[in-house]
């Protein structure tokens, strides 16, 4: 579905003499139907590497391929290829101007010119879905973190993406909302959903992931299936990572 | 001494109500309303221009903005009033000459406003709407901009009450607005304490009217959150 081949990517710094060099190389391929997460320490690079899948970050090499696509080619439309990819960030990043109806149809009216009718009809089906129906009508300020992190959920599902990205979806939540946000993200990845979560919640990785990345210092220290890599760590800077992490 | 003041001032405004009222306090409203009115639309462009990846409009309208804002509105108003008449093909009035510049200079200052207001939208909104697959353009007319209006409109009111009384300068050129009325009454009754006291009331009562829409504005978009 998704597959990347040697992604580099720097960042100027200010005040630092030299670009901060994250993403050193990262080659992956991600399957249809599958769940991956990425784990590892802060400025590993895993929200970098996320952002670089839908082009948000553009990397200054490597080629990035959606279903047999390469786009990071320059004639490339880049806004067909996200319609496809819904994207879930840690700070919910929902239109505070749009009533909560308003944020899910926004996209599907004007990027797949879907008629409002139509729009309004998926928007209410997924509402009633993560529980927000009666929010219909009010505003993001009157929701809470784990509301406004559900909308934004929604709001990527009413494109119908074939893949989710998550980039850290409880990390800005109370601990108290992480739970019905994890509801959600599980549900979904049940139904067969695509994903790419990075993420913190390492019991929630080990228990929905196909498969686990361990990214430090910008590349893929170590990867595989979550009882390898949380029961029996190869990589001593994995087992350095999980054992300062309590999950 | 303050009554004999105060006898002056009504014996000069039953005199002159015409003089201040209607023809001055006319022609600073009719001044400022083509200033902010005018200004915002070139400002827009200077924005435009600032906010461009051309580099060359970028450069442009940036230094156009930095020497106007680095030099006096006085000095403005009189390279306006003697040179455009020399450098356009065509006649063109005293206000208008004025009026040009105080367009252009207001210009520059609401395109900073404008740019401000736009970058002050979190960067987080144009990522979701451009993630979702909605073109640059999309984004911002339907996500940024919207967004954007509610921290502009408050500045752009405040602009109003700069420009109101900035426009007092034109009476240096005898334009006729308030403060050219009160050049004019002070040389006919040579009350210029009088004069003076009156202008700065019809000033008050200006800005004091718009101080209350820009408040009543802001807090109407505050409950629109």
Not at chain 1, 194 to 205: K, L, N, R, Y
Not at chain 1, 221 to 230: D, I, T, Y
Not at chain 2, 32 to 49: E, N, Q
Not at chain 2, 64 to 81: K, S, V
């Amino acid at each position: 579905m998704i597959r990347t081949e040697n992604l580099h990517k720097s960042f100027l710094v200010e005040g630092a003499s030299e670009p901060l060099h994250v993403l050193r190389g990262v080659s992956e391929s991600i399957e249809k139907g599958e769940v991956v997460s990425v784990i590892g320490p802060s400025g590993s690079g895993k929200s970098t590497f996320l952002r670089c899948l839908n082009l948000l970050e553009i990397p200054e090499e490597g080629r990035i391929w959606f279903k047999g696509t390469d786009i990071t080619a320059p004639d490339v439309d880049i806004n067909l290829h996200r319609q496809k990819m819904g994207m879930v960030f840690q700070h919910f990043n929902v239109f505070p101007h749009l009533s909560v109806a308003e944020n899910i149809t926004l996209a599907p009216m004007l990027a797949k010119k879907k008629s409002k009718k139509e729009a309004e009809d998926v928007a209410k089906e997924l509402l009633s879905r993560v529980g927000l129906l009666d929010k219909w009508s009010e505003h993001p300020a009157r929701l809470s973190g784990g509301q406004k992190q559900r909308l934004a959920i929604v709001r990527a599902l009413a494109m119908e993406p074939e893949v989710m990205l998550f980039d850290e979806p409880t990390s800005a939540l109370d601990p108290e909302m992480v739970g019905e946000v994890l509801e959600v993200i599980r549900e979904l990845v049940r139904s067969g959903m695509t994903s790419v979560i990075v993420t913190h919640e390492m019991g929630f990785a080990k228990e929905v992931s196909d498969r686990v990345l361990f990214m430090d210092e910008g590349i893929i220290a170590e990867e595989g299936k979550p009882s390898e890599v949380f029961g029996s760590p190869r990589n001593p800077r994995t087992v350095e990572f999980l054992s300062k992490v309590l999950y | 001494m303050i009554i004999e003041y105060f006898e002056n001032i009504v014996k000069i405004m039953s005199e002159y109500w015409y003089t201040f009222l209607v023809a001055g306090v006319g022609k600073t409203l009719l001044l400022t309303a083509i200033t902010v009115s005018c200004g915002a639309v070139l400002g827009v462009i200077i924005c435009l221009g600032r906010m461009s990846r051309v580099r060359a409009f970028n450069a442009l309208a940036l230094g156009f903005g930095e020497l106007i804002r680095g030099t006096p509105m006085l000095l403005q108003l009189y390279i306006a009033y003697f040179f455009l008449p020399k450098l356009l093909p065509f006649n063109i009035s005293e206000f208008a000459r004025i009026a040009m510049a105080y367009i252009v200079n207001s210009a520059c200052y609401v395109s900073e406003v404008f740019r401000s207001g736009i970058q002050a939208v979190d960067a987080g909104q144009s990522e979701a709407a451009r993630s979702l697959g909605l073109t640059s353009w999309q984004t911002f007319m339907h996500v940024v901009l919207p967004q954007a209006i509610k921290n502009i409109l408050p500045a752009l009111g405040n602009e109003f009450v700069t420009i109101t009384k900035d426009t007092s300068l034109a009476s240096t050129f005898f334009i006729g607005e308030v403060m050219t009325s009160c050049l004019i009454v002070r040389g006919k009754t040579y009350l210029t304490m009088e004069s003076l006291i009156i202008v700065a009331i019809i000033y008050f009562c200006l800005t004091w009217v718009m101080n209350r829409f820009v408040g009543k504005m802001e807090r109407r978009l505050q409950t629109g959150d």
